[in-house]
């Protein structure tokens, strides 16, 4: 008890202390058990800025697009300044240096939120191989992020047709859900716009296949909207366009020239009318009439348009070409009844979207051929700049100089001034003396060279709007950094602005992989930070534009018998040098065109064999075929420079390289990939389109497979903006304008007429795809058709040409396609290729309602013209085979030609 009673006590500051240690560690272990989510939470607050981010089509893209970011920005703290902060991942991921993935790029965006503010900013991104999503960030004044979010997004899986529609409202549109395409895992996928989600950029339509426009108010969509659908037609797009009761909403505010018909009213079509055109289905029964009187708009159909269906004098369906795409309009509303409840419906759906998008709704089963990044053109296009970009290394004189200097002073200079002087201690000093000196001199040369050697080069192509849309441009920069660090590029022009997924930079002997590229838009252009840049890399950025720009290229040109004749003009603020008229198969040469300048034209036309459009340039200027866009030493003139980027932008720079597909082949230049068609708008695969002339040579017009041609031109010129015009802005590196080059490439569609006997064939038209039934249907590369059993059929649509008489027909079936060789054929034939000679062919005999088979390609010419040309002048082919053991029948796009005498 008394040892009990007398234990020494804790002080209460020693209780204090072991009550504090021991909440200490209770606290930290509890910190274990407690999420990091909410931790972070109560660090953070509940007040400050915030953000809710969407991307994508409802979520959807296709690959290889520019996609847009909505962002939905709100304060409710203190006034904010900082920058919004997109990250993607730019490149081919299993390309990437050593195996890395490729680096992040950043699409940045200065923002100010007053407290209590909310805004709404839509930012677009490019993405691609597949990417499931992208990060936005919310940075502060000093770049921590504060506020970060992942927005999903779902590429489009092969065969998925992605259809916008600009509606006011989203009912009627069952027939267009429950349409069967060809291919039977082909899906159609809807997506509603309107004022607020319709992009304002041509570039992000992309994503679209088609897009349908049906009662809305078209008012509603502001300037840059409607510009950039006018732009995204011109570049290739397809627009259905349906009138009706409510014709007037929807067509007010189109840009004029865009409908393929003038409407003046409304009225009504009886039941009993026929809604759907002749195609390769057959049109019997009861569903393809109108059950009920259809309220339609009634329209007059311009010139150059193609009547598709007639009731009476009233037009139902006309279509027309818009540049590169294509404008289709129905002067009924199949959304509103009767047609909506209709039976018919699907297939009338059907029937439009094969004749508005063709060859994107058939399964491309060769989709992954070629898409190695050694085949893709923007690879090449990376090695041309590299190769034509000046070298700025020491002149070997300067060297030698130095070299020779400092060999005499240590040497001669040296002995003679010790003897002079009689002072054997000042040959040290001397010797020691010199290699300062010239250790000076060589750091504050390479001082210099670091600062000067920063170069630049750049290639873009202008591709000039047709019927008033603006001017497509794209621009490809090549950037070589001789020193590793943080560069600042302004590349002036639009706000579309990425590095190319196929950069050399990631890939070379110096890359460390752990490049990021920051791209900051602004009025005057985009910023561009290249961050931690290794040493001696090349850094390749791509930038696009829609732009309006004063003049353009008008002509009156006329084939006359064997003569090309009229005039040029040049409407452009800027020259013009080595200018050509290209034809399919033929380029003429027009030398220099100034600005403000008429060329009167008279020159005979001759056919330039099977080559392409590159190589006859390359041989009638002299530069040759056998150029290897990799050597500088072939790139020494401005017309060898020209030669070689054509030959690029063709997609001809493998051939260059002795690879075909893959594989050596022998001969310079090798033939060009079908696998894809370069820079240039695409065109089909095929036997070179050509017109014989009567007793004279053979030439061509119209489409053709020629990838320098404009898509639904007649002609098209070439030329390259003079060096000295201020119409195009340098870039810059760090503020300061680096050594370099700029080519800018000019693509302009022109006119043509026709005179005297002419034998048009091969190429005055091109088949477009309006039905397919059967197995195995394929697309695998563009203008190449293939199916196992079934049938395709292909309508020709013959312009109106006053007074001429025509005289008979004759279609080409391109159908020795050897080339392709690896195609991926599902479900028929245990892989077996059959060629286009075993297919059948049938034409569409007006008079009797019923196809008549003709002989078997390559070459289909009816004795009667007249059975099998509609009154609106369109001839219909279908191409069938029914022996499943030829496996997958290959063939290229059917070509027309007209034998006609014109005035």
């Given amino acids: 008890m008394s040892n009990r009673n007398h234990q020494p006590r804790l002080s209460i500051h020693a209780r204090l202390f072991i009550a504090s240690v021991c909440g200490a560690v209770l606290l930290f272990s509890v910190s274990f058990l407690v999420p990091a989510s909410a931790l972070a939470y109560s660090v953070r607050g509940s007040s400050g800025p915030g953000l809710r981010v969407d991307a994508g089509f409802s979520t959807r893209y296709k690959n290889g697009n520019w996609v847009p970011v909505h962002i939905a920005l709100s304060n409710d703290g203190p006034d904010f300044s900082g920058t919004v902060s997109i990250n993607t991942t730019n490149g081919f991921p299993q390309f990437g240096p050593r195996g890395a993935s490729s680096p992040p790029s950043s699409y940045q965006q200065s923002i100010t939120l007053a407290s209590g503010a909310q805004k709404q900013i839509t930012a677009y991104v490019p993405v691609y191989f597949g990417e499931h999503g992208v990060t936005v960030h919310l940075l502060d004044s000093s770049g921590h992020a504060i506020v970060s979010q992942n927005a999903l997004l779902q590429p489009l899986i092969s065969g998925a047709t992605l259809i916008g529609v600009l509606a006011n409202q989203n009912t009627g549109f069952g027939g267009l859900n429950s349409v069967q395409l060809p291919s039977p895992g082909n899906t159609v996928i809807l997506e509603p716009l309107n004022a607020s989600s319709m992009p304002a950029v041509a570039a992000v339509l992309r994503n679209f296949d088609l897009i349908i426009l049906d009662n809305f108010t078209t008012s509603s969509l502001s300037r840059e909207q409607i510009s950039a659908l006018q732009s995204w037609i011109d570049q290739g797009g397809a627009l259905i366009v349906a009138g009706g009761p409510e014709w007037q909403q929807t067509v007010s505010k189109l840009p004029a020239g865009l409908l393929p018909v003038t409407i003046s009213g409304t009225g009504m079509l009886p039941a009993g009318t026929a809604l759907l055109p002749v195609n390769g289905s057959a049109r019997a029964g009861g569903n393809t009439r109108a059950p009920a009187a259809v309220a339609v708009s009634l329209a007059q159909a311009l010139p150059g348009s193609q009547t598709v269906l007639l009731a009476g004098t009233t037009p139902l369906i006309v279509q027309r070409h818009y540049g590169q795409g294509t404008v289709c309009y129905l002067a009924f509303d199949p959304t509103l009844d009767p047609i909506a409840g209709w039976p018919g419906a699907a297939t009338l759906w059907r029937a439009l979207l094969l004749r508005s998008a063709g060859d994107p709704l058939i399964e491309n089963n060769l989709a992954s051929a070629g898409n190695a990044p050694g085949q893709s053109p923007l690879s090449n296009i990376e090695t041309v700049i590299q190769a034509l970009l000046p070298n700025t290394s020491p002149s070997p004189s300067l060297l030698l100089v130095l070299l020779l200097s400092y060999l005499i002073i240590l040497g001669p200079v040296r002995l003679f001034v010790v003897r002079i002087v009689k002072r054997r201690d000042w040959s040290w000093r001397i010797a020691l003396s010199a290699i300062v000196v010239f250790s000076l001199l060589s750091y504050g040369l390479a001082l210099y060279q670091k600062g000067t050697s920063a170069l630049s080069g750049s290639i873009s192509v202008m591709q000039l709007g047709q019927n008033g849309a603006p001017v497509h441009m794209k621009t490809y920069v090549g950037v070589f950094v001789p020193s590793q660090g943080d560069f600042q590029i302004h590349m002036p022009g639009g706000p579309l602005v990425q590095p190319s997924p196929y ?24 910023d561009v930070g290249l961050q931690n840049v290794s040493i001696w890399t090349q850094n390749t950025l791509i930038s696009e534009q829609d732009l309006q720009t004063q003049g353009g290229i008008t002509s009156h040109l006329t084939l006359n018998t064997t003569q090309l004749q009229g005039t040029v003009t040049n409407t452009l603020s800027y020259g013009l040098s080595d200018v050509y008229v290209l034809l399919p198969g033929v380029s003429i040469s027009l030398g220099h065109l100034a600005a403000g300048q008429t060329l009167q034209i008279d020159q005979p036309v001759q056919d330039g064999g099977a080559t392409t459009l590159a190589d006859q340039i390359a ?15 072939s790139l020494k003139t401005p017309l060898q420079r020209h030669v070689a980027i054509l030959s690029t932008l063709s997609g001809e720079a493998n051939a260059q390289y002795g690879q075909y ?18 820079i240039f708008s695409v065109g089909s695969v095929g036997v070179g389109s050509v017109i014989s002339l009567n007793g004279g040579p053979t030439i061509g017009t119209g489409n053709s497979s020629d990838p320098m041609l404009l898509a639904s031109a007649p002609a098209t010129l070439i030329g390259w903006a003079d060096q000295a015009s201020s119409a195009f802005n340098n870039v810059t590196v760090n503020g300061g304008t680096p050594t370099g080059f700029q080519e800018v490439l000019v693509q302009a569609p022109i006119t043509l007429a026709y005179s005297g006997a002419l034998n048009l064939r091969a190429g005055f038209s091109s088949g477009q795809l309006i039905d397919a039934q059967g197995t195995n249907l394929q697309v695998p590369a563009p203008g190449l058709y293939g199916l196992s059993t079934g049938s395709m059929t292909f309508e020709f649509g013959i312009p109106t040409m006053p007074n001429a008489q025509m005289n008979g027909i004759t279609i080409e079936v391109p159908s020795d396609i050897t080339q392709v060789t690896n195609a991926s054929n599902k479900g028929g034939g245990g892989g077996t290729l059959s060629d286009g000679n075993h297919l059948q062919a049938a034409l569409y005999n007006w008079q009797t309602g019923s196809w008549d088979t003709m002989s078997q390609p390559p070459t289909i010419s009816p004795a009667n013209l007249r059975p099998y040309v509609s009154p609106e002048g369109r001839i219909l082919l279908q191409l069938g085979n029914q022996d499943p053991t030829l496996g997958t029948v290959l063939f290229g796009k059917p070509l027309l030609g007209l034998q006609l005498t014109a005035p």
């Fill in 503 to 526: 950069d050399l930079s990631q890939s070379g002997p110096g890359s460390t992989g752990a490049q990021n590229t920051v791209v900051m838009p602004g009025s005057d252009g985009s």
């Fill in 619 to 633: 041989t009638s200027s002299g530069v040759g075929v056998s150029y290897n866009p990799g050597n500088d030493n």
């Fill in 661 to 678: 597909n893959g594989s050596s082949c022998s001969g310079s230049p090798c033939p060009r990939s079908p696998m894809y068609n370069g």
